[in-house]
Structures are given as structure tokens and as C-alpha cells.
């Protein structure tokens, strides 16, 4: 039985970023089909479209994807499909289905109350940044729960890199999330909180470093939680997130708390991630802010997907309207909580 047919794969890859970085990448299912031919560095798309020529159930459904790992081409990786829909990176016997991707399929969560999640499916790729958006309420925290194993759905489910996220042996290398800036104990430093997570996950000082430097929060690394402000702590927790140097990035409303250096820095950071290869999942309600840094949207109102296309592609159905005039359109059914100027239409 050849590498890409096995149903279970691994591959690990050293990021082509400064620092020597590792993450996994994990498979449910690969396809039989797969090339065993590795794609060499400098290959052009003329060449990988010859790979394809010859098999009649591959159809490219994906191009110019950032390298992942050294040795490939450096401008971009195909993906490409048979007829049982599984992806795999053409002419790389090593790649698995699901690396660096979110998978949200027919999940629904419903409490006593009402449902909080309905029938939701969509996926979340590397090499972009995915603005996760809708109104108070719409669903959106208790998706990310659901996607981070923090709650059960009712039905469906939710797989980072192709597997449920309690089952990742040590998630902070493969998956960085930022829910709750503020909980943290008030008595650690930000240097002892950084340092119970790295060990959990087998994670040595030295990274605890270069993530303090990466956020900012160096200078403050012997000071207590319960000193930090709202941007430090929010700072602080996407240290923490980036702690395992991982593949796939959740931030939740990583913009709060932000001082205007701080609002700039998360979002080169965000873009510059998902330029490296890596998947970028972000929640947020500032319409201005996703319009500066989101390629892609994926909007959900009362539990119920509502768009899930390129950012370009939103805006264009909407006559050159802003994110924020689009977003209020599409999203105006599905408001549970209107104040008194949204029913009269006064935006001012």
C-alpha cells in the first residue's frame, strides 16, 4: 500500500520562517490517486498542470497556495481533487488532506433555551486571513468553543488539521487560540503564565522568549497579571497563542483593549501569518478594522451561515458598499439586539 492511501498520515515540516519552526499536519483520509513525485523548488504552474493532464478525475479546485516546508516551490502549491473529493498537494506523496485547515461540517448546538448554532458548515484555509463576523449573538464564541472542543455539539462536528481538537496530542503546536484575554491568575507574571503552558506542550524557555519579544511584552515579563491593562493582557494571551508555533491561528476580538500601535501591530502580524502558509481564523465587530485585514468572510447570523466568500467578492455584490454598510444589510433579519437609531436607520 503506497504513503498517500494510507487513512492515516502524518507530516511534519520546518517552516521556512526566522525561527526553526515545526508544525503537524494530520489526515483522515487521503486519496489513493495521489502522484508520488515530489514537486521540486522552482517548479512553475506549467509544469504542475502537465502532472495533471494525464488523470481525467482530478480537476484543480485551488492555486497559489504559500510554501509549507523547504524544498518546494516557493511561489505557490495546487491543490487539486478525485472524484471522492479529497485534497492533496499535487506531486507531494507527504502531504495530507487537512493541513492547516478548519473544517466546520452540519454543526448545530442547541441549549434549553434555544439553539446557538444551526446546521453550520464552512471551512477555514491557509494562506489567508478569515474574518469570522455577525451580530451579538449570531453564534459566533460558541462556534470557536465548539471548533476548540470546549463544548459538544448536538450534532455535526468541528476538525483542525483533519481531526477533532481533543484529540491533538499537543495542540498548542498546531493550534494558537485567543478566547479570554482577562483569565489569567493575578498573581503569575507574564513569564510564569507562558511558562506552565509551554510545559504542557513540551515547549522549551528559549520560545517563551521570542514570543514576549514577538508581542511587545518583554518589558513586562517579571510584572503580575493582575498590574496588566486591558491591551497587555490581550497582548499577553496572543503571546500565549503563538506559544507552540502553530499552523492554525482562532483569535477572538484580538483588536480589544488595543492602543492604535497595538491595533497596527495585531494586524500586520495576522497578515504576515497567513503569508507564511498558516490559517487565520479572526471574530470581531470592527468593520474597519476586518476591511484593512481580512481576504475572506465568513458571516453568520442566529447560528445560520449567511456568506462565505472572498472579501472582494462581498463587496462587489453590494455596489462598492463599505464592509460596514454591506455587513449591516445583509446581517439586518438576524439582529436579535437593536437599539432605537438602527429601527429609525440613523447610522450617525
Known sequence: MSRASRSRSRWTATSFSRSARRYRCHSATTTAAASSARIPAG???????????NSAKTTAIAARRPLIGPGYASAAFTFVADSGDH??????????YGCNVIEVSNLSKRYRGGTAVDDLSFTVEPGRVTGFLGPNGAGKSTTIRLILGLDRPTSGHATVNGRPYASLARPLHEVGALLEAGDLHPTRTAREHLRWLARSNGIGERRIGEVLEETGMAGAAGKRAKTFSLGMKQRLGVAAALLGDPGVLILDEPVNGLDPEGVVWIRNLMKRLAAEGRTVLVS?????????TAQHLVVIGRGRLLVDEPM?????????ASLEEAFMTLTSESVDYRSGTSRTGNTR
Open 43 to 53: 517548479s512553475g504552474p506549467a509544469g504542475r498542470a502537465a502532472s495533471t493532464a
Open 87 to 96: 485534497r492533496r498537494l499535487l506531486g507531494d506523496r507527504r502531504f495530507s
Open 284 to 292: 470581531s465587530h470592527l468593520m474597519a478594522e476586518m476591511a484593512l
Open 312 to 320: 472582494e467578492k462581498f463587496l462587489a455584490s453590494h455596489s462598492g
